[in-house]
């Protein structure tokens, strides 16, 4: 949520800045922004559309060797110009980057007023600029970084912030709380950004800044000490090697990072599941989440946590665990889990489920459990990220950088991995020998698979775009195709912007049948269960009413009359067969938006990582 970039070295900085949002652009587009010291001036272009326009605007002349870049997804003040980022003070001394939200700032832009300080703009960050001037103007003495420490002692909310003075054009002071901050460093230079997405091409040697921490980051060396702790020298951190390289991040021949991330699925699945499937024990390897067989046993529940589609793919994990572990689980949404004051049970695993690791309502969730004593892992997709280290253990989803707001590779892996953890539980219980190994080998033919349903992409466009034109429809899915349904739902409403919602099949009778007619069109999700025959009956109940049906199905002798349009997948083992059902709901979503005209990749009103409340 908000893209954060900031450089100082040898080179020209407004390149790199400009090259640094653009990759961090996924993660808000609303407006942009950069400051950069011009002969001894502050320099700032700001655009109300996108990185494409900012870089259109700046002054390719300014030779600058430090400077700080914005792209913003707004929270206070609507998405213009004068509310884009960089915020400065009066004078135009201090510019500041901010990802975040100041949860005192009216009080604080109050105080600004009073004292006779004119705000521009309608946003928070700007208070800091000028409070951080203010601090400076009083004590000229005091270094950029224990001018800011002042400031953010006043401070209440969230932060992740890059602060830049004029008069010091030899650094950056960074400062981190709830908002993610790494430090590039490079050779003689350093950068610092919200996600690595913006470092890799220059430097893959990187510092992840932790809650509390402020660094003051000069062309060879950088300095943390903790806000809070009297400005102590923070614990020494060896920096890490970001294991994605700028080619991850590149479209090759892809039009958009949708239809790249739902191609490279295949491989992100063998990537999950390479080193963790034990074929002579018919089990799966999880070192990472650091539980022994005894501990794994004594676990009597399991509850996923995340938000979204990490939510939707934590309910395909609560069915996977309970057919293959038997042992009860299920899952609720983050961000309703931080707010209920849930009763935290010691024996059961907890599991935060997140692509980014940084969605603020699920490390809130995670920080919640851990208070209360409950034992939490993380499934996260993004290394060194919050969650990741805030659980401490935990499975790596290994799906690649996963770009596109919507989240397609990475829900995949969050299923895939799910089912590994089902696996090592059922072992551990009752799960037979021969079981363990089915679900072994079904694990194995995934990749193949949905290579094989990625095939099929020309004929479920067609279908997409014979019901890209409605206004509504209904997904409709009960067990195993339930989660399915509600994640085939949350794709097409949030790339295309048609109105879907998710039913469970046997509820439709119970007051959505009312919404049945031929302009409300229903993919209905038809898994190779017990229940074929009760969801052809639903298909019967919507065509007795004159809605338009969409089967999905791995049943291979469904008659295509069974539908207005099928579309298939290969049989898997039942308990894996969710992971693919959902493939072609990707696909439709993609092209049903790709016909409207949509921006796929940056959906409106949305942003990749959800950092604030
Ligand atoms: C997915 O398509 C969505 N963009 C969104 O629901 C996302 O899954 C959710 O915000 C959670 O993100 P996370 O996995 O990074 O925590």
């Given at each position: 949520m908000c893209g954060i970039v900031g450089y100082v070295g040898k080179r020209d900085a407004t390149p790199v800045l400009v090259e640094g949002l653009h990759r961090l652009e996924y993660r808000g587009y609303d407006s942009a922004g950069l400051a950069v010291v011009h002969r001894g001036r502050l320099q700032v272009t700001k655009t109300a559309g996108r990185v494409a326009d900012l870089r259109a605007k700046v002054q390719p002349a300014t030779k600058s060797t430090i400077g700080i870049g914005h792209t913003r997804w707004a929270t206070h003040g609507e998405p213009n110009e004068v509310n884009a980022h960089p915020h400065t003070d009066t004078a135009g001394r201090i510019a500041v980057v901010h990802n975040g939200i100041i949860e005192n700032a009216e009080q604080l832009r109050d105080q600004l007023t009073a004292a006779g300080v004119k705000l521009v703009s309608d946003t928070d960050t700007e208070a800091l600029a000028h409070m951080i001037a203010a601090e400076i103007a009083a004590d000229p003495t005091l270094s950029l970084s224990e001018a800011t420490c002042r400031t953010l002692n006043r401070v209440e909310g969230a932060y992740g912030l890059v602060v830049l003075d004029t008069k010091r054009p030899d650094q950056l002071v960074v400062a981190r709380n709830g908002s993610p901050i790494v430090l590039g460093i490079g050779e003689s230079e350093m950068y610092v950004?919200?996600?690595?997405?913006?470092?890799?091409?220059?430097?893959?040697?990187?510092?992840?800044?932790?809650?509390?921490?402020?660094?003051?980051?000069?062309?060879?060396?950088?300095q943390t000490k903790t806000l809070t702790d009297n400005g102590a020298p923070a614990a020494a951190r060896a920096p890490m090697i970001v294991d994605a390289e700028a080619g991850d991040y590149e479209l090759g021949t892809y039009p958009d990072y949708m239809s790249k991330e739902i191609h490279e699925q295949p491989e992100a699945i063998r990537r999950a599941l390479r080193g963790r499937l034990d074929e002579r024990f018919a089990t799966a390897r999880l070192g990472g989440i650091n539980l022994d067989a005894r501990e794994l046993r004594s676990i009597r529940q399991v509850k996923f946590l995340g938000c979204g589609s990490a939510y939707y793919a934590g309910q395909m994990g609560a069915a996977i665990i309970e057919e293959l572990a038997r042992i009860p689980a299920d899952a609720e949404p983050a961000s309703e889990f931080r707010y209920r004051s849930p009763v935290v049970d010691p024996d059961t695993l907890y599991v935060a489920v997140s692509q980014s690791g940084e969605t603020s309502d699920t490390l809130m969730a995670v920080q919640e459990l851990k208070r209360k004593g409950g034992q939490v892992i993380g499934t996260v997709n993004v290394v060194g990220s919050a969650i990741s280290r805030e659980t401490g253990h935990g499975i790596l989803l290994h799906a690649g950088p996963e770009v596109a707001v919507a989240s397609t590779k990475a829900l995949t892996n969050m299923a895939v991995n799910f089912a590994l953890l089902g696996l090592l539980l059922g072992r551990v219980r009752d799960l037979s020998a021969a079981s363990g190994d089915r679900i072994v080998n079904g694990l194995r033919n995934l990749p193949a698979q949905v290579a094989?349903?990625?095939?099929?992409?020309?004929?479920?466009?067609?279908?997409?775009?014979?019901?890209?034109?409605?206004?509504?429809?209904?997904?409709?899915?009960?067990?195993?195709?339930?989660?399915?349904?509600?994640?085939g739902a949350q794709k097409l409403k949030e790339i295309s912007y048609v109105h879907a919602e998710a039913y469970q099949a046997g509820e439709l009778k119970h007051g959505p049948l009312a919404l049945i007619q031929p302009e409300m069109p229903s993919v209905v999700v038809i898994p190779s269960d017990d229940l074929v025959a009760k969801n052809l009956s639903t298909i019967e109940q919507i065509k007795a009413r004159g809605g338009p049906v969409i089967a999905l199905t791995s049943v291979h002798d469904l008659p295509d009359s069974a539908a207005d349009a099928v579309i298939r997948v290969p049989r898997a083992e039942p308990e894996l067969e969710p992971i693919l059902l959902n493939i072609p709901l990707q696909i439709f979503a993609y092209h049903a938006a790709a016909k409207l005209g949509r921006d796929i990749d940056k959906p409106r009103n949305l942003a990749k990582s959800v950092t604030v409340e």
């Open positions: 950004a919200s996600d690595v997405a913006a470092l890799v091409r220059y430097t893959r040697q990187v510092v992840y800044l932790e809650d509390g921490e402020v660094a003051t980051l000069h062309s060879g060396d950088y094989d349903i990625l095939a099929t992409q020309t004929e479920i466009a067609a279908v997409a775009h014979l019901y890209a034109a409605a206004d509504h429809m209904f997904f409709i899915g009960r067990v195993r195709g339930w989660p399915v349904a509600r994640e």
